[in-house]
């Protein structure tokens, strides 16, 4: 059981660029979500999805995109890269049961935009 | 906005004191749970708690929610070098849906 990846771990971008953050899961778990965290916060909810191919917005959706064909992938977007999208990409995968959601991450992408 | 606040934003302690941290949250919540996330590293689940529960152990951990003050507390007993994390609280809100909303997170550093 490989719980949550994440690809890359790092990644440079210039403003402008596009480019796709990956998350994959084989827990068989329906929730997915992206947290971005910046130096000294919490995590701040990008989308989230409760299954394939439903996906919703959390806190700060502006500049992401997400899509969810599968169970086991739900990739993160980023359409045209801004400097204050620099910050580190946690995804996530959450277990269903009586309303508990106990949630596993991946290990971050940290994401810098020149 | 976000949900949780913890309290106080860093703590510094000997290796074998007691680390307690504190969350304040606003709206009305289906179960609270903590989360303890080393330096460079993706957050690690500890301990959860459903509004219907007053206190909760796991090990060196003891949580407790009080509902009507809209507040938790995780306190840590004979804490340890390795105990070194930012803890943080997250809820998730009623109403059925799924949104796990995190707090800015405790530092603590507990000093050999």
């Known amino acids: 059981n490989a719980g949550v990846t994440q690809t890359p771990k790092f990644q440079v971008l210039k403003t402008g660029q596009s480019m796709t953050l990956q998350c994959a899961q084989d827990?068989?778990?329906?929730?997915m979500s992206w947290y971005r965290q910046d130096p000294g916060m919490g995590l701040r909810l990008i989308h989230y999805?409760?299954?394939?191919?439903?996906?919703d917005q959390g806190e700060v959706p502006n500049g992401y995109n997400v899509s969810r064909s599968t169970t086991e992938d739900f990739p993160l977007r980023l359409l045209s890269a801004a400097p204050s999208q620099t910050s580190v990409y946690f995804c996530?995968?959450?277990?269903?049961?009586?309303?508990?959601?106990?949630?596993?991450f991946g290990p971050g992408t940290r994401l810098t935009v020149l | 906005s976000q949900q949780g606040e913890e309290d106080p934003q860093a703590l510094s302690i000997q290796e074998g004191e007691n680390a307690t941290m504190n969350c304040s949250y606003k709206?009305?919540?289906?179960?609270l749970q903590w989360y303890r996330q080393n330096s460079g590293r993706g957050l690690v689940h500890l301990i959860l708690?459903?509004?219907?529960?007053r206190e909760k152990h796991s090990g060196r951990l003891r949580v407790t929610l009080d509902t009507s003050k809209k507040s938790s507390s995780l306190l840590i007993t004979a804490s340890r070098a390795a105990d070194t994390a930012s803890y943080f609280c997250?809820?998730?809100?009623?109403?059925?849906?799924?949104?796990?909303?995190f707090g800015a997170g405790t530092r603590l550093f507990v000093k050999a």
């Open positions: 996530a995968s959450t277990t269903r049961g009586a309303g508990a959601h106990t949630q596993y």
């Open positions: 827990m068989n778990h329906e929730y």
């Open positions: 999805s409760v299954g394939a191919g439903i996906t």
């Open positions: 709206t009305s919540i289906n179960n």
């Open positions: 708690i459903r509004s219907n529960e």
């Open positions: 997250a809820t998730d809100a009623g109403g059925g849906g799924f949104k796990t909303i």
